[in-house]
């Protein structure tokens, strides 16, 4: 009972080793060269290599995703509000909007560049414009589901509509705002890449490509390995979060 | 008739362009509540005992007729007014404490010292929580309440900033009865002590001869008042008086009323 338990709990964990270990068998089984598909040990032993090299990269991309996705917040957020609170702006912009989120971000990248050179601008742009929608998304949405009933309570006592938003529509948007952080940042992290593997001369995304045009496929799945620790370490920090904000809507 | 706290005067009041066409939700009611005062209206579902609701909160303008509350029209929602719902419509990210403590935060004059004076208003609340049975409970939330206690934190709600009128829209239709016939003593008792004026809205005759000093019966569409009728059982009341015959007989009669509106239309 006891080892079924540490088993779930650790699920994951678990589940990803067996993954390395499969794929590390399949590798050496079958001899496959490393400019084919890396195993994991050599991935490893890149990563050790140019430890150096991936962490200045990562960090360029760590800062870029992470102004990209603040900029996503504030606008989310405020566009959520708007959205979310009045009939008419949501007939207006909605339509809009979801025309836009249907555009392909990387198509963006090139007219960026245009506008603000290689390197970080159109890095931080592609990160924003790929991240604000679920959040915007999801807080028009719990702002526009809120029940008229908890409404009317604050009603009978004769409050604003700006305290009704303090009291009802903030903390009720908030379990939907932490969920969304959790996709938003990992759409943040495709979108700094993305630009990054065509207009810039640092991070991650450069790493890719530089690493891929001169064969060097280790070092590339190095860098992919940096992106997914990166965008996994933010997800977990959200959920932390969110579990100890909205411990009310998490019930157990 | 000047001690009279709550008057409506001739009021009617229908929805949308309704009320040009002559078609209300409620029609030409007449009432009035002396201070301190405890009425019930009763009638099938359907009869506009929510619009009156609204009306009395100031939550919807009368299309005709006034209203008036301690000598003022109304024309908005009246900060001595508390309301308890059918549902308990606590805030599910809230304590039961805050909860209760919410009006303090939205009421003037309480929202301007509620920091400065917040130990002496938790106090009050947990002194109201215990008046209700729900002592130790002031830290949970809503969900680990059973339904019957997130109603009467509801009601501690209600009358955590001290209203001069409370208005109580079937709030226990949803419990059941022996909950519901402990929370009538529990409203009676905040009532002897407090006296403030309480409007009861509510389909349970029992209830409303049981608790009320004056029992008026709406009819359905348009909703109208069709029968007034005041209770001279003495007080204080405990629950054996729902027993006798002179409680049976009253309820009977209004019973009557009712029946008549339904065959009559």
């Known amino acids: 009972m006891k080892k079924k338990n540490i088993l779930e709990k650790n699920a994951a964990l678990v589940l990803f080793i067996a993954l390395l270990v499969i794929w590390q068998l399949i590798c050496s089984v079958f001899k496959v060269s490393e400019f084919i598909f890396p195993s994991p040990i050599q991935i490893g032993q890149n990563l050790f290599e140019f430890r150096l090299e991936i962490l200045k990269h ?39 909007m979801t025309a836009f989120n249907a555009l392909p971000k990387a198509a963006f990248v090139p007219i960026l560049v245009v506008w603000f050179g290689i390197g970080a601008g159109p890095a931080i742009l592609t990160a924003f414009l790929i991240s604000f929608f679920p959040i915007m998304v999801n807080i028009a949405t719990a702002l526009a589901t809120i029940e008229p009933e908890l409404e009317d309570v604050l009603r009978v006592l004769g409050a604003s509509k700006r305290v009704i938003i303090v009291k009802i529509g903030m903390p009720r948007c908030l379990p939907f705002f932490f969920a969304s952080l959790k996709v938003a940042i990992t759409l943040a992290f495709v979108g700094t890449t993305v630009s990054e593997m065509s207009a810039s001369n640092e991070g991650i995304g450069y790493l890719l490509i530089s690493a891929g045009s001169s064969m060097r496929l280790p070092l590339a799945f190095a860098g992919l390995v940096s992106i997914g620790v990166m965008a996994m370490s933010m997800y977990e920090l959200f959920s932390v979060i969110e579990r100890k904000k909205t411990a009310w809507a998490h019930r157990s | ?140 939330f809503p969900w680990e309440l059973s339904g019957g206690m997130q109603q009467r934190a509801s009601i501690c709600r209600a009358l ?19 909950t519901r016939e402990e929370l009538w003593n529990i409203l009676k008792d905040l009532w002897t002590e407090q006296k403030f ?62 029946g008549s509106i339904r065959s009559g239309k």
């Open chain 2, 197 to 258: 004026n309480v409007i009861l809205v509510t389909h349970d005759l029992r209830e409303a001869v049981y608790l009320a000093d004056t029992v008026y019966v709406m009819s359905k569409s348009p909703g109208k008042i069709v029968f007034k009728r005041e209770i001279d059982l003495p007080r204080p009341r405990d629950l054996e008086i729902t027993y006798t015959e002179a409680f049976t007989s009253i309820v009977h009669e209004l019973r009557g009323h009712i």
């Open chain 1, 58 to 96: 990562s960090w360029v991309t760590f800062w870029t995703t992470m102004v990209g996705f603040g900029i996503s917040i504030v606008v989310g957020v405020l566009l959520g509000f708007l959205i979310g609170s009045s009939k008419f702006a949501y007939d207006a912009l909605y339509p809009i």
């Open chain 2, 1 to 140: 008739m000047s001690d009279s706290f709550i008057k409506f005067d001739d009021v009617s009041h229908g929805y949308g362009d309704l009320p040009a066409q002559g078609k209300f939700a409620v029609e030409n009611i007449s009432l009035e509540v002396h201070a301190g005062g405890f009425i019930a209206i009763v009638g099938p579902s359907g009869c506009g005992k929510s619009t009156f609701m609204k009306l009395t909160t100031g939550l919807q303008k009368p299309s005709r007729g006034m209203i008036t509350v301690g000598g003022n029209q109304v024309n908005g929602p009246l900060s001595f007014s508390g309301m308890a719902f059918q549902a308990p419509t606590l805030l599910p990210w809230r304590t039961t404490l805050d909860n209760i403590l919410l009006p303090l935060e939205i009421v003037e004059p309480f929202r301007f010292d509620f920091r400065k004076k917040k130990g002496e208003y938790i106090e009050r609340a947990l002194k109201l929580l215990e008046s209700v049975g729900l002592k130790g409970y002031a830290d949970k």
């Open chain 2, 160 to 178: 955590i900033h001290q209203p001069k009128m409370l208005l109580l829209d079937e709030p226990f239709g949803a419990l059941d009865a022996f």
